[in-house]
């Protein structure tokens, strides 16, 4: 289903006759009042209603990538040339 840009969105979803459980409802009330547990949840039910297993989309190569290059200033020292 299309929607009309990012700003038609949630209004488009609501009449969306196939929508992950509470979607847009929980997509609003994360706007609203969000924490990590919340946004984990929210995106590991996205990734279940496309029949994506979040363990295995987690080991795959981009997500690898990201962890180890992009992200890895947030555990560790960034390598020598990134600086």
């Not at 990012?6 to 609501?14: C, D, F, I, P």
């Not at 009449?15 to 994360?30: E, H, V």
């Not at 990538?65 to 960034?78: H, V, Y």
Request: glycine content about 4%; hydrophobic content about 40%; charged content about 25%.
């Amino acid at each position: 289903m299309f929607y009309p840009y990012h700003k038609g969105l949630l209004r488009v979803a609501e009449s969306a006759p196939r929508r992950p459980a509470g979607f847009p409802d929980n997509i609003k009330q994360l706007l609203v009042e969000h924490s990590w547990d919340m946004i984990d949840t929210y995106c590991k039910d996205i990734l279940a209603f496309t029949g994506v297993n979040f363990v295995e989309g987690d080991a795959i190569w981009p997500t690898l990538f990201m962890k180890d290059t992009e992200l890895k200033w947030m555990t560790e020292e960034p390598p020598i040339d990134d600086l």
